[in-house]
């Protein structure tokens, strides 16, 4: 009898354990396809697609550090809704550049609005060469937003910013 005993709790705990194992399997087989950055690669990316002007005045550690704190900033603030009916999550194009600035003055990092915002426009760059980020075109975006019904009366203007479009040092001084 004991020996019964034992076979049946061993069946019931290999079951429980091949429930759990296979829900454990199944929300992992759910989850998107995991993208693996290499920090050497990203930088030599940005410091080849840097703008000349930029490159002269950062040196590869501070590069590495706006880097970071770009990448710090979208692990932040971007983050995928529970639900796919969950309403879209829209960011403007500024928002990255001034918590970045704000960051680089916390940590003391010497860098200009234009080059914060044209090493954040190359990590973009990279990120999404890499697959790691998908940024949709702002008039498909606006377009969506539109037929959804999520825009109010007065939002219909530019919602985002086109990804050419990069405020100036001055801009961001008079925004604050």
Same mark, same amino acid.
């Given at each position: 009898?004991?020996? =019964?005993? $034992?076979? &049946? $709790?061993? #069946?019931?705990? $290999?079951?429980?354990?091949?429930?759990? =194992?296979?829900?454990?399997?199944?929300?992992?087989?759910?989850?998107? @396809?995991?993208?693996?950055?290499? =920090? %050497? %690669?990203?930088?030599?990316?940005?410091?080849?697609?840097?703008?000349?002007?930029?490159? @002269?005045?950062?040196?590869?550690?501070?590069?590495? +550090?706006?880097? +970071?704190?770009?990448?710090?900033?979208?692990? @932040?603030?971007?983050?995928?809704?529970?639900? +796919?009916?969950?309403?879209?999550?829209?960011?403007?194009?500024?928002?990255?550049?001034?918590?970045?600035?704000?960051?680089?003055? &916390?940590?003391?990092? %010497?860098?200009?609005?234009?080059?914060? #915002? #044209?090493?954040?426009?190359?990590?973009?760059?990279?990120?999404? &060469?890499?697959? @790691?980020?998908?940024?949709?075109?702002?008039?498909?975006?606006? $377009?969506?937003?539109?037929?959804?019904?999520?825009?109010?009366?007065?939002?219909?203007?530019?919602?985002?910013?086109?990804?050419? %479009?990069?405020?100036?040092?001055?801009?961001? +001084?008079?925004?604050?």
């Amino acid at each position: 009898m004991l020996i =019964v005993a $034992a076979v &049946v $709790a061993v #069946a019931l705990i $290999a079951v429980v354990a091949f429930v759990f =194992v296979g829900h454990a399997v199944g929300a992992t087989e759910s989850m998107p @396809a995991q993208v693996v950055i290499d =920090v %050497e %690669e990203s930088v030599e990316f940005c410091a080849q697609a840097l703008p000349d002007h930029v490159t @002269a005045s950062l040196s590869y550690d501070d590069l590495r +550090r706006l880097l +970071r704190l770009h990448l710090e900033w979208i692990q @932040a603030y971007h983050w995928a809704p529970a639900s +796919r009916d969950a309403a879209p999550i829209v960011f403007e194009q500024f928002d990255p550049l001034a918590y970045v600035m704000e960051r680089c003055h &916390v940590i003391h990092l %010497e860098v200009t609005a234009e080059e914060a #915002a #044209a090493v954040i426009q190359a990590h973009s760059d990279y990120l999404q &060469v890499a697959g @790691a980020l998908h940024i949709d075109d702002p008039v498909e975006v606006k $377009a969506d937003l539109s037929s959804m019904g999520l825009l109010g009366a007065g939002e219909t203007d530019n919602p985002v910013l086109p990804a050419t %479009e990069t405020p100036d040092e001055d801009t961001f +001084r008079n925004d604050q």
